[in-house]
């Protein structure tokens, strides 16, 4: 009986750590990773501002080849959309980007949404810094907001 008291104890101690946690943590993240690149802005901007490129570098091809990727609308210009659904829920799970904001050679921004297996939105985008005309700078970005679990 005294163990089922101590262990009742830790699981409470550990829910109130959790909650307090939540109350004064983030509400919200920034992802972002960079990688120079060795060619223009052009070159690199070509590749990830038109979704129907994706295909050609995109990790998540690799990871499950029976998804399924969709685009609709004038491929890279605001208000185009990639939709996607998974071959295998749990590696790629179900959703679609709308293309938010572009400056050609310069950033395309996109709202990101999943909604399978779980449901969660963001914002994220590629952005170029031009470091010499034969060399950039790629930024990959993601922001959202985080629920009280998160």
């Not at 307090?20 to 960079?34: C, I």
Request: aromatic share 12%; with cysteine; glycine share 10%.
């Amino acid at each position: 009986m005294k163990i089922l008291k101590v262990l009742l104890g830790i699981v409470v101690i550990v829910l109130l750590i959790g909650l307090v946690l939540s109350l004064v943590g983030p509400k919200n993240y920034k992802v972002e990773r960079s990688k120079v690149i060795d060619a223009p802005a052009s070159i690199v901007f070509n590749q990830f501002g038109k979704f129907s490129h994706w295909d050609a570098w995109s990790p998540w091809k690799e990871k499950d080849p029976s998804a399924q990727y969709k685009v609709e609308g004038e491929d890279g210009t605001v208000g185009a959309k990639y939709s996607w659904f998974g071959g295998q829920p749990d590696i790629t799970g179900t959703g679609s980007m709308v293309i938010t904001e572009v400056l050609p050679n310069q950033k395309m921004i996109y709202d990101l949404a999943f909604t399978e297996p779980w449901e969660s939105q963001s914002q994220g985008g590629f952005s170029i810094e031009v470091l010499d005309p034969n060399k950039c700078k790629l930024t990959w970005m993601d922001a959202g907001d985080l629920d009280w679990l998160g």
